[in-house]
């Protein structure tokens, strides 16, 4: 039977970046808002970029800026290393994530500015929104980039 708290990992190619025992993980994948609680139905699905909460045992939430990855959630006996005991696991895999204590505000501030130009430099040069270009797709992803860490970090994106 669930306790309330399940293991949750947030893994990046560099580091180990949360290990915690939560309440809840809040998400977005493709398919919508997902929210994670002991006793989840297994599943592997996508992560969207965005702001992703980690509702801890104990304590305030916490933030995270992923730009993208994939959720693993397992629940059944034996997870937690007792056969005799269900326990509920999830892993978060992303390419680049950062907790929002640590983004630099200002230098995400710098790097939504300069995507913005250019993209709209060449939106205005290659033909509008139509004309996708690698090189729009890529400032495009720089200022979605930028936008999810001022958005996790609390700060506004309008400009």
């Not at 304590?59 to 629940?75: K, M, R, S």
């Not at 006996?77 to 640590?102: C, F, Q």
């Not at 250019?118 to 040069?125: M, N």
Request: aromatic share 2%.
């Amino acid at each position: 039977m669930p306790d309330g708290t399940f293991s949750l990992s947030v893994l990046t190619p560099e580091e180990r970046l949360l290990e915690i025992e939560a309440r809840a993980l809040v998400l977005r994948s493709s398919d919508g808002d997902l929210t994670i609680l002991d006793g989840h139905t297994p599943l592997v699905t996508d992560v969207v970029p965005g702001d992703v909460r980690v509702d801890p045992e104990e304590g305030d939430p916490v933030h995270l800026a992923v730009h993208g990855g994939f959720l693993h959630v397992e629940t059944g006996p034996g997870i937690g290393g007792d056969p005799a005991v269900r326990a509920t696991r999830a892993t978060l895999l992303a390419g680049v994530a950062e907790l929002a204590s640590t983004i630099d505000v200002e230098r995400a501030r710098r790097a939504r500015e300069e995507a913005s130009a250019q993209v709209d430099q060449l939106r205005s040069t290659g033909g509008g929104e139509e004309a996708a270009t690698p090189e729009l797709v890529e400032s495009q992803a720089a200022l979605r980039r930028a936008e999810v860490r001022l958005t996790v970090a609390g700060e506004s994106v309008a400009g």
